[in-house]
């Protein structure tokens, strides 16, 4: 029976002494709870990322655990190293939580919970440009805009490669507007702008616009306000020289049909010498006269009323 007693004791000692030195450990905050990060919150589907599970204690030979959820992923033993897990992100149930447990004998800590969020890269920004001219100076009005990516998104306008404006933040789905004053005296130069989001290494760049400078007597502006009226007075005197013209055709048309009444009386006067027919038309003029006795053949006489016709 003491012999039993006596084993059971010896094989005690290890994890009494085990337990000493955790709980030693504790008070004396040598063993605190372990580290987790990663270079970025932020990720795509299907992009690979790493999770670095690390002790300030530098010492002690620690076994790192990296839990998602209640599913343990793997286990590493570092000393003085943090320990490395490399992820897939494919959905949403792989942005966490996660959490790392370092472990020293019976001894263990876990870190805080760790989640990545999903972000939609920019697309390629595009760059308007409004331009007011005067005799001596350009009024340039820069707008930039993507119209896909994960908000909030940052804007930059550069000239040529020098930045031109500091960082201009938006949160709704709107251009970033940049003004600036050019001398009309120079070269014209070449604008672009970066659009960008909480996704690292990802900034995507618009299209180089040139704006061309114009000397100073000249207005640009004025022309895109002259134009209109310009075309509407083409316009006009195109109308008038085609009704100037179908006019007389028109006319001649009319004149060409003779009145119906006109045409009841038409003697014919022939040339002897030509022998040529011209026709005249004329109008009869009708009336009333008083009847006549007319002497009638084989002495029968009859009343009648006659009309005188005069030309």
């Given at each position: 029976m003491w012999k039993k007693s006596l084993l059971m004791f010896l094989f005690s000692l290890p994890v009494q002494k085990a337990a000493l030195d955790?709980?030693?450990?504790?008070?004396t905050n040598e063993f605190s709870s372990p580290n987790l990060e990663s270079k970025t919150?932020?990720?795509m589907r299907g992009q690979?990322?790493?999770l670095f599970c690390s002790h300030k204690n530098n010492s002690l030979e620690i076994t790192y655990n990296l839990f998602l959820g209640g599913k343990n992923l793997g286990c590493h033993d570092r000393k003085g190293e943090p320990a490395t897990f490399n992820l897939t992100i494919l959905e949403a149930r792989d942005l966490?939580?996660?959490k790392c447990k370092a472990q020293v004998s019976n001894c263990s800590k876990y870190s805080y919970e760790f989640n990545f969020t999903f972000v939609d890269p920019v697309a390629a920004p595009v760059l308007n440009i409004s331009v007011i001219q005067t005799k001596t100076d350009q009024y340039i009005m820069l707008h930039c805009i993507s119209f896909n990516g994960?908000?909030?998104?940052?804007?930059t306008f550069f000239e040529e490669n020098i930045t031109i404006s500091p960082t201009i933040s938006k949160d709704v789905r709107e251009p970033a507007e940049f003004n600036l004053t050019k001398s009309n005296t120079g070269e014209g130069k070449e604008y672009r702008c970066e659009a960008k989001n909480r996704l690292p290494n990802h900034a995507k760049y618009s299209q180089f616009v040139t704006i061309p400078l114009i000397g100073g007597d000249s207005c640009p502006f004025c022309l895109q306000l002259l134009l209109p009226g310009l075309l509407l007075l083409v316009l006009i005197v195109i109308i008038l020289v085609l009704a100037f013209w179908m006019l007389p055709k028109y006319k001649a048309n009319e004149e060409s049909v003779p009145d119906s009444e006109s045409r009841q009386c038409v003697?014919?006067?022939?040339?002897?010498?030509?022998?040529?027919?011209?026709i005249h038309y004329a109008t009869p003029a009708f009336q009333a006269v008083a009847p006549r006795d007319w002497e009638a053949s084989n002495d029968y006489k009859t009343d009648y009323v006659y009309t005188e016709l005069n030309f």
């Open positions: 955790c709980e030693r450990m504790r008070k919150h932020e990720v690979n990322v790493s966490g939580p996660y994960s908000l909030p998104i940052n804007y003697p014919i006067a022939q040339d002897e010498t030509e022998g040529s027919q011209e």
